[in-house]
């Protein structure tokens, strides 16, 4: 195991910001911590960097305790939301700085930095000051700045929060690469679902101090252990329901707004009562008749999107359910008409309520 | 500087577009013009005459006599080493309470200012009572087997560089506190990640991009310190006597206006020279930065 | 006192209703009508200041309507002032205490007393014979000494270079005018004087080392924390002192006692000279001057005051005092400021 934290806690006064949070990475590992701002991400990834003290909690890197270790014995690579690349030092003085401190002998100094100037594209630049670079170079100097000391770990910031769209999904691509290839193991903090997804090999999605569920992209976007997973990682209808009936086969649950579901068992934790039931809007199928699974409504609004289209239906009861159909498809649909909504049962998730 | 400024302004600029800054500028010039640069030229002037004559005799008196080479050289020493004693104190001041996220912080700034509130004579009175030879200071020292005599530190230059430093260590604080302030914490950690300890953090990164800052709490302590007359002439007593001092006694006790104005212009002289020089000095470390 | 001012009111009363009178001599008579009128004077500060406003401005006040008020500057920064304002004087009257009166005169910065009714009573030397001031009172100058440290009382300006004080002097800087006394004095007592300062000089430069101070309001302090036991003043400082609780006492040296007279002028062309000529003959007299003598301890005068017994054994009588010749001293001051600065305080 590369890092492993275990039961780390902070508290700024009666604010529980971490709460008893572990997980852990193996080597090459990358590891998104994705929540809304406040949720405990940050103050995690600076507790890693060591400038915070957790309070509680341990914090192994490689194995060795450094949980009391100040940042500059940590040997972490740190890349900052701003870059903090240091104003008064060029390209070159700040991708050194680090070889300094660890008194990396001159001619071994100059290779190294020859090296990450190469692989992040910033030849030329060497002698310029961070004022003098774009945005995206700027972000590429601070990556370079922390590679070139080979960290243990590599620590990023919201890293591309302050590129423009295009530029952040091709950085992001370019910095996986690049992480891949050098086998690190990574911490990558950010509140961007499609950049954590896109990026990261693990997404520990966070929540008032806690992980509220930590796997892989698909197994977060496809079965969301808590509603808060499902309500902040992509889109989600909330039906409210009640469990009518149980059996060997499956669970029934009776809609407010009319309608049957039968799930299958494992679906449905034995103790839920009155349920809310999930479903992304790509999983609920719009048909003229009525079929099994399905809720009946009227059409809102039709919102085209080219591939796709949103279809928002009024629900008997007030609530209101959206389905993605095929674009073309859209064009058939009119307001005030009543279709039947199909729910397919493997994308169903159940959480209590 | 403002006239330069109206000039390039009205370069093929409409009247109107003159006219705005100069009536801007007016009642403060007129202001600096008639309570500054007019008593201060007219000051001059009489440092130029002996008996009725246009004269060098007050210049050539102070540059041909020892003792007043001697009164400015103490005269610089206080304003150095106050103000490196407030910079040696004042950074970690105001460097931990810029980055305190407390909402003591204000509170601890406020409180750094209090000792401006407390006219300089009463100040000295409590310097009294610490620095006389059965004062506090003496006694503590004594107590802790520091010293094996009393010592006194009343009427010497060492109590009037404690007191002044103490006086003036607040605007250093003030100062420093501000340019660090707005000094992105990151840098620091950013340093620290790739390791170097806190202090080299501070050393490397913080002050260096500090230099503004330093040089004006040092400018602005160093040229109260060496012009500061309350506490040298209270606590510093007859000995320790500076240009400040000794402006007063030849204006107050002996009535001699004409030298009295030329020691001031040779103590402006220096000031202007020292501040120009050591400002000319750190902007040079700080040169590339601007340069971006 | 009463009796005096019965007999004025009447005289005013007797004047109002004659009318003009133009055979008196002017001022005397309208000296005492002040009403809406206001006079400014210089005055020491601190308590010194107040008690002098009770003791006699108040009085003068009450008696001519009239409005006064001191602003505190010392002696030296008050001939500055008046040097600076000549010609357009913002405060009327002047008091000083180190000899700065004959500056003032020298300068041509003040101008005679014209109606100061009692100023003839005073001796010669303490006012000028051309009539430009006059000392209102005069101060003892003595030495002050711890009296639980010092048992024996000192008894001339030669033990100042006794061994066993050594470390525990103090002493007025030069600018200070007990400073330049003190010099002078040393120099009568080791052959010297006012015209052979060089003595002094000599005496002073062994025991430069000791603390040397500037200002009266150190005094406290010196005696309290400064652990001084032995510092050449006067005997209204001494009282303060006393006043305050340490154990401080006077003795007179055998050289004497130098006087130090505090003198009042009016400033050449100030805007109510009448009102401070009228003001300054009510300091000269003796109710006013034995008010004084008991909340200071100052010498009065005018030697028609009689202090009570009990008084008249604390201050000594004026003239018991020695006389300086504060004009050979003036004229020497600059030079002697110069060669203290460089052999004594460096």
Redesign the interface.
């Known amino acids: 195991m590369e890092i492993e934290l275990r039961n780390l806690a902070k508290a700024y006064g009666a604010v529980q910001v971490v709460n008893d949070l572990s997980f852990s990475l193996d080597k090459g590992e990358m590891i998104a911590l994705l929540g809304p701002s406040g949720c405990g991400k940050t103050t995690t990834l600076r507790m890693v ?3 915070i003290k957790p309070p509680a909690g341990e914090i192994l890197l490689r194995g060795r305790d450094v949980t009391g270790l ?3 014995k ?1 040997d ?3 890349v ?1 939301q ?1 870059y ?7 390209v070159a003085e700040n991708i050194a ?2 070889l300094v ?2 008194g990396v002998p001159r001619d071994e100094q100059k290779v190294r930095i020859a090296a990450m100037i190469d692989k992040l594209k910033l030849t030329g630049l060497e002698g ?5 670079l774009s945005g995206g170079q700027q972000q590429r100097v601070a990556v370079a ?2 590679l070139v ?1 080979n960290p243990a770990i590599l ?1 990023l910031d919201e890293p591309f929060s302050n590129l423009d769209a295009k530029l952040r999904e091709s950085t992001g691509i370019e910095l996986r690469r690049i992480q891949r290839e050098l086998g690190l193991t990574s911490i990558f903090v950010t509140h961007d679902q499609s950049e954590a997804m896109a990026i990261a090999d693990k997404i520990a999605v966070m929540n008032g101090g806690i992980i509220e569920q930590l796997g892989s992209a698909t197994e977060i976007y496809e079965a969301p252990a808590t509603r808060f997973v499902a309500e902040f990682i992509g889109k989600a209808n909330f039906l409210n329901g009640f469990v009518a009936e149980r059996s060997a086969s499956g669970v029934a649950i009776d809609l407010e707004s009319d309608g049957r579901l039968v799930l299958p068992a494992a679906k449905v934790r034995p103790e839920l009562r009155d349920v809310e039931v999930m479903i992304r809007p790509e999983n609920v199928a719009l048909s003229a008749s009525p079929t099994e699974n399905a809720v009946a409504g009227v059409v809102e609004v039709v919102s085209y999107q080219g591939a796709t289209a949103h279809v928002i239906m009024r629900l008997p009861g007030g609530q209101s359910l959206i389905a993605e159909c095929r674009g073309r498809d859209a064009g058939a649909l009119k307001p005030g008409e009543r279709v039947h909504a199909t729910l397919d049962p493997q994308f169903v998730a159940v959480f209590g309520r | 500087m403002t006239a330069a400024g109206v000039m390039t302004a009205g370069k093929g600029a409409a009247p109107s577009r003159i006219f705005v800054p100069v009536l801007i500028f007016a009642p403060c010039l007129l202001v600096y013009l008639v309570f500054f640069v007019w008593p201060q030229l007219s000051l001059l002037a009489v440092s130029a005459f002996d008996r009725g004559q246009v004269s060098a005799a007050h210049y050539i008196r102070f540059f041909s006599d020892e003792y007043y080479w001697e009164l400015l050289g103490r005269t610089l020493f206080l304003g150095v080493s106050v103000t490196l004693i407030t910079l040696i104190l004042g950074v970690p001041v105001a460097y931990v309470i810029a980055r305190m996220r407390s909402r003591y912080a204000a509170l601890l700034l406020v409180l750094t200012t209090f000792p401006l509130l407390v006219s300089a004579v009463v100040r000295s009175f409590g310097w009294m009572v610490l620095f006389f030879r059965d004062g506090v200071v003496s006694n503590l020292l004594l107590a802790l087997g520091l010293i094996d005599q009393p010592m006194q530190l009343m009427y010497t230059l060492t109590g009037v560089i404690i007191a002044l430093a103490q006086v003036l260590l607040p605007l250093m604080v003030l100062t420093l506190h501000g340019v660090f302030k707005s000094i992105d914490p990151d840098l620091e950690h950013a340093a620290m990640s790739l390791g170097a300890p806190p202090w080299l953090a501070l050393w490397l990164v913080t002050l260096r991009l500090a230099p503004g800052g330093i040089i004006a709490g040092s400018l602005l302590v160093f040229s109260l310190a060496i012009s500061a007359f309350a506490t040298p002439a209270l606590v510093g007593g007859a000995r320790a006597n500076v240009m400040a001092t000794t402006i007063y006694e030849q204006t107050i006790e002996l009535l001699d206006w004409p030298f009295a104005s030329a020691l001031s212009a040779i103590l402006l002289v220096f000031v202007l020279l020292i501040s120009l020089l050591y400002a000319k000095a750190l902007d040079r470390r700080s040169a590339g930065e601007a340069a971006s | 006192m009463g009796l005096d001012r019965v007999s004025r009111r009447q005289f005013v009363s007797g004047l109002a209703a004659l009318g003009s009178l133009p055979l008196l001599p002017t001022g005397a008579a309208a000296a005492q009508d002040f009403a809406g009128r206001s006079l400014i004077s210089s005055g020491f500060g601190g308590s010194t200041m107040d008690i002098i406003q009770k003791a006699v401005f108040d009085p003068f006040d009450k008696a001519t309507g009239a409005r006064s008020t001191q602003v505190p500057m010392q002696s030296a920064a008050a001939l500055a002032r008046l040097k600076s304002e000549a010609g357009n004087p913002q405060i009327d009257m002047y008091q000083f205490s180190g000899g700065q009166e004959d500056v003032a005169k020298k300068e041509g910065l003040i101008q005679p007393l014209t109606a100061v009714s009692q100023l003839d009573d005073i001796p010669v030397g303490l006012r000028d014979p051309d009539g430009s001031w006059v000392a209102w009172a005069v101060i003892a100058e003595g030495i002050l000494y711890r009296k639980d440290k010092i048992k024996e009382p000192p008894r001339s300006y030669r033990d100042f270079l006794k061994p066993e004080y050594k470390g525990h002097i103090a002493f007025p800087a030069i600018t200070n005018g007990y400073g330049v006394d003190f010099l002078v004095m040393l120099a009568r007592a080791f052959g010297g004087g006012e015209d052979n300062i060089e003595p002094g000089f000599e005496a002073m430069k062994k025991i430069k080392g000791e603390t040397i101070f500037k200002a009266a309001s150190d005094l406290p302090s010196l005696f309290g924390q400064g652990d001084i036991w032995i510092i050449p003043y006067d005997s209204g400082n001494a009282f303060k002192l006393q006043t305050s609780g340490l154990p401080v006492g006077f003795a007179t040296p055998e050289e004497g006692s130098p006087a130090v007279n505090i003198t009042a002028v009016v400033a050449k062309g100030a805007k109510n000279a009448d009102v401070a000529n009228a003001a300054i003959d009510y300091m000269l007299r003796p109710e006013a001057q034995i008010e004084i003598a008991r909340q200071m301890r100052w010498t009065a005068s005018n030697p028609k005051t009689k202090l009570p017994a009990d008084l008249a054994a604390e201050v000594p009588d004026v003239s018991q005092l020695a006389k300086l010749n504060r004009a050979l001293i003036n004229e020497q001051r600059a030079q002697w400021i110069e060669r203290w600065n460089r052999e004594i305080a460096r």
């Open positions: 960097a060591g400038f100040p940042p500059h940590r972490t690579g740190l900052f701003n903090a690349l240091f104003p008064h030092m060029t700085f680090g401190r660890r310029r000051y961070p004022k003098q700045r922390a000391i620590l």
